[in-house]
């Protein structure tokens, strides 16, 4: 059973979909006990760092993830879901994040054109079992302003470029995060999601 974190930043429905097709069963949860019980979890989220962090919290489940995430159990972050896991975002307020991955999540500057929003490449660094079985094209669908820039550059397992290299997919012990949408990446994010539901 896969348990999705529902603290109301995005629609979780392809999420669901995306498991579903899978034969995966999934349950959404949104309360510290059910994420006391649960054995695998995904953070999903859209939007801003602020207001992602503020509704973990005023839901009383910053606690109980970062419990649960220091006993062992896979998490799985989706694009602000694993900007989430650091520690801190440039954006709006100076807001900390979960701090489970050191590092700062950045706008994109220059001339680029932000938000990113498309297909884009995705090149892994090093083998992982969140990577295992991916399609020949690694392409993954992208929407976003900010990109996670982590302390220690070994956390950062795959990239992508937009203007510059940037984080695509982290892994530190049992927290993995994506930067794309995978419920929309097609046969990527469909083999990502099925690689952590087998782990």
């Known amino acids: 059973m896969i348990a999705i974190v529902d603290y109301g930043v995005g629609n979780l429905r392809s999420l669901e979909n995306a498991f579903e097709h ?84 950045k706008r994109f500057s220059g001339h680029l054109k932000v938000p990113q929003i498309g297909w884009n490449e995705v090149v892994s660094h090093r083998d992982s079992c969140i990577l295992k079985n991916l399609p020949l094209s690694r392409h993954a669908y992208f929407v976003h302003s900010y990109f996670c820039d982590p302390a220690d550059p070994n956390f950062a397992i795959a990239t992508a470029e937009y203007g510059q290299p940037f984080t695509a997919i982290v892994e ?17 994010g469909l083999q990502i999601l099925k690689n952590f539901a087998e782990l």
């Open 22 to 105: 899978l034969q995966i069963d999934v349950k959404r949860i949104g309360s510290p006990e059910e994420i006391y019980r649960a054995e695998k979890l995904v953070l999903p989220g859209v939007g801003a760092f602020y207001f992602a962090m503020k509704n973990l919290r005023d839901l009383d489940l910053e606690t109980a993830l970062l419990e649960r995430i220091r006993s062992g159990i896979p998490i799985l972050g989706i694009c602000l879901g694993m900007q989430i896991f650091f520690t801190g975002s440039e954006e709006g307020q100076a807001t900390p994040g979960l701090n489970i991955i050191t590092g700062e999540v």
């Open 172 to 188: 530190k012990d049992n927290v993995f995060g994506v930067q794309f949408h995978p419920e929309k990446s097609q046969e990527l």
